[in-house]
């Protein structure tokens, strides 16, 4: 963003240790609609950009919208009737079967038709995937491998409070066995840009065992996802999904994020998310050689056919480094060190702050996404790796596969 010579002043609510680098950090919730458009106003922004979901899904775009004070203030993410796309599984499932885009079969419930729902486990087969209907920060996913287990997560969201508000409702849907992958879409309301797909790495431990986490690493291109495929994807799910938006009325200018399973060569959307994700970003975003914040200014003003869009050649590889006891219990504070010894590598800092003037310490599960491009996967997978085990703090993990299944990846 700063690199861009369209960008004179770049401004972060709330920020890291990492943004304060780069720009200025404001000290208010990204939840705090009256104090975001008050710093808009008086620091002069002329394009909001907005990043996580649930400000999304809370309406802050109509709240931007609804202010007169604002309406030169062009914003980017969708409409509240947009964002529930991320907001309700149920309401995208019913999105996606209305409008025709491949998906798994599933169905919702709630506490009232619990019953209901032990007695639709019975007869499913297994494994068998259970999701809160909410926002849930990327962890309100079950995949239950037993009828047993099935149950008690049903029974522990929809009575026991399990995801809270999230999991009131649960969407419970067929396994579908085959390859993730995400596709990004940038919209501006009218055309759209297909952005370099990803493969992300969500279970804590290594050959993809334990629980979910928000992101371990990513891996961009995706070797699997050849033009054949991705061709599908524009056709199967990107279009019907654009065509499906304008038929609900909604305008929705910003990212799509599709979560898709490659089942046999066929593609099938697993959720849509309605900004980019993370760590996806962290290797979609560097593979953009196009100035990011021209491609963001038409995204604004509607002129995105205007805009030719650049895509590097090469591979890109994130490393996520966790704090110990991700994504359960874990500890903040701990003092970060090394990070200047780090070389030819992206470092994009996640849970970080500062513990008084200089010293960075960690502050949040997922710490630092470490990014390298490379001409191979294999070089790139090296100096991503090799920048997870130089940076040093006390109880530091990471994953030492991502991107190996995609070197031994054969048709």
Do not use: W
């Amino acid at each position: 963003m700063v690199q861009s010579a369209l960008c004179d002043d770049l401004f972060v609510a709330p920020g890291n240790a990492g943004t304060a680098t780069i720009a200025t950090n404001l000290p208010i919730s990204y939840n705090d609609f009256e104090a975001i458009a008050q710093s808009v106003l008086e620091k002069r922004v002329d394009l909001v950009v907005v990043g996580p979901e649930e400000p999304l899904v809370a309406g802050i775009v109509d709240y931007f919208h609804g202010r007169a004070d604002l309406k030169h203030v062009r914003i980017i993410g969708p409409t509240q009737a947009g964002a529930q796309l991320e907001g309700s599984k149920d309401f995208s499932k019913h999105f996606m079967k209305k409008y025709g885009i491949p998906t798994a079969n599933s169905q919702t419930f709630t506490s009232e038709t619990l019953e209901e729902g032990m007695a639709y486990l019975q007869n499913h087969p297994l494994p068998i995937v259970l999701k809160a209907d909410g926002l849930a920060a990327g962890k309100g996913v079950i995949i239950a491998e037993t009828l047993l287990e099935a149950q008690e997560a049903l029974r522990a969201m929809l009575v026991g409070g399990k995801f809270g508000a999230a999991g009131q409702k649960v969407v419970v849907e067929q396994f579908l066995r085959g390859i993730e992958l995400s596709v990004f879409v940038l919209s501006d309301g009218e055309n759209y840009k297909i952005l370099p797909e990803a493969k992300d790495y969500k279970r804590i431990g290594e050959a993809d065992t334990g629980p979910n986490t928000g992101g371990m690493g990513a891996v961009s291109p995706v070797v699997f996802a050849d033009h054949n495929f991705l061709r599908k994807v524009e056709e199967k799910v990107v279009k019907p999904t654009m065509a499906g938006l304008r038929s609900e009325n909604i305008k929705y200018v910003g990212f799509i994020f599709i979560g898709l399973m490659n089942v046999k060569g066929e593609p099938y959307v697993i959720e849509y998310n309605v900004r980019m994700g993370d760590p996806e970003t962290e290797v979609v975003l560097p593979r953009i050689q196009s100035d990011l914040v021209t491609l963001l200014a038409a995204t604004a003003k509607g002129t995105l056919h205007d805009i030719e869009m650049n895509i590097s050649p090469q591979v890109a590889v994130t490393t996520v480094v966790v704090s110990g006891g991700y994504p359960e219990a874990y500890e903040n504070g701990k003092l970060i060190t090394d990070t200047n010894k780090v070389d030819d590598v992206f470092v994009f800092h996640a849970g970080t702050t500062f513990n008084g003037d200089t010293d960075v310490v960690t502050n949040g599960g997922r710490v630092m996404a470490l990014t390298a491009l490379a001409n191979s996967i294999e070089k790139a997978v090296q100096k991503s790796q090799r920048a997870a085990q130089t940076v040093q703090f006390e109880g530091k993990y990471y994953r030492h596969d991502i991107g190996v299944d995609l070197i031994r990846y054969k048709d």
